[in-house]
């Protein structure tokens, strides 16, 4: 393939526009709120679609509906979506969107209800938000894997440079700016995160060991090459070393969603307790006894000598 410069556009992004932004290229927007609510609003049109087909009389199967469900809805949520910078509540929301699309095709209605893991486990999936940290992952192992002339692995060594590129004058030697604040949700940023999930060792030792260099973080070019190291390696099986990484933030990421839903659960649990069986209230003490005053005098006839004394 080869790229037309005249038909090449320049789109220049500023931070106190980001919630503006409307750019599309090859199918995404740039701006991730907007692409959420095109992702939501297409696997919608596509569920009412066949609507008929997750009719309860249907002679469908329900294990044949929930194969059509994943290769005819379910790609619509996921399309390049692994691309996109998304934050853990957009990401919810997608979770959300896909098991109201499970209920949908397992029949449940409302005043019927199915748990989160209920409707999981019913239909054999899990959280669409596991499948796009696999997806993407193996999706940065494309990246590092092609040639270091490729425009996705030269945006890499741009943004983890130090310093800007030297091709103008004007930038030559010039660091970065750097913006106070907490940073905006971006993919270095989630992809660093997401290499955390896995403990220190486990980090260290799929990246190569101790005595090889392997890193815990994924912040400068020089982990990023490291990674290339790792993606590029076929001393073993095809890839294996890059697939046990993948796997293996898979499975963290599998684990953290459990540990979450666990955690919503005895919040929901603990709050309907105490609403319907509020903990008896305490004698209020008087404020004297709750916080004592103490002041320090002097003694005097030793002016030199101090004692503590309590007022109340």
Do not use: C
């Not at 239909?123 to 270091?148: C, E, P």
């Amino acid at each position: 393939m080869k790229m037309n410069p005249g038909k090449t556009k320049f789109n220049k992004l500023e931070r106190k526009e980001r919630r503006e932004v409307n750019i599309a290229q090859v199918g995404s927007n740039v701006n991730s709120a907007r692409e959420l609510k095109v992702r939501i609003a297409n696997g919608l049109g596509a569920l009412l679609g066949l609507t008929k087909i997750w009719l309860k009389g249907n002679p469908i199967s329900q294990k044949t509906k929930i194969r059509l469900y994943m290769i005819t809805v379910l790609p619509h949520l996921l399309y390049n979506i692994h691309a996109t910078a998304l934050t853990g509540a957009e990401l919810e929301k997608l979770n959300t969107a896909q098991r109201r699309h499970l209920r949908k095709v397992l029949g449940i209605y409302w005043p019927n209800r199915l748990s989160v893991r209920a409707t999981y486990r019913a239909s054999g999936t899990r959280a669409v938000s596991i499948d796009i940290i696999k997806r993407r992952w193996q999706f940065i192992g494309h990246i590092l894997r092609n040639s270091d002339q490729a425009p996705a692995y030269k945006a890499m060594e741009i943004y983890y440079a130090d310093r800007l590129p030297e091709d103008e004058e004007s930038n030559r030697a010039k660091k970065r700016n750097q913006h106070q604040g907490r940073p905006f949700a971006n993919l270095p940023q989630i992809i660093n995160e997401e290499f955390k999930m896995l403990p220190r060792t486990t980090r260290i030792e799929l990246t190569g060991g101790v005595a090889a260099g392997g890193i815990s973080e994924i912040t400068t070019i020089g982990h990023i090459r490291k990674l290339r190291g790792i993606a590029s390696d076929n001393t073993e099986a095809h890839g294996a070393k890059w697939k046990k990484l993948v796997k293996a933030i898979e499975d963290a990421a599998e684990r953290e969603w459990h540990a979450k839903e666990r955690r919503r659960l005895r919040a929901k649990r603990n709050k309907l307790r105490d609403r319907f069986d509020p903990p008896e209230q305490e004698e209020e003490q008087p404020e004297q006894e709750l916080y004592p005053i103490f002041v320090k005098t002097t003694n005097r006839a030793n002016p030199n000598a101090r004692s503590g004394g309590r007022v109340r």
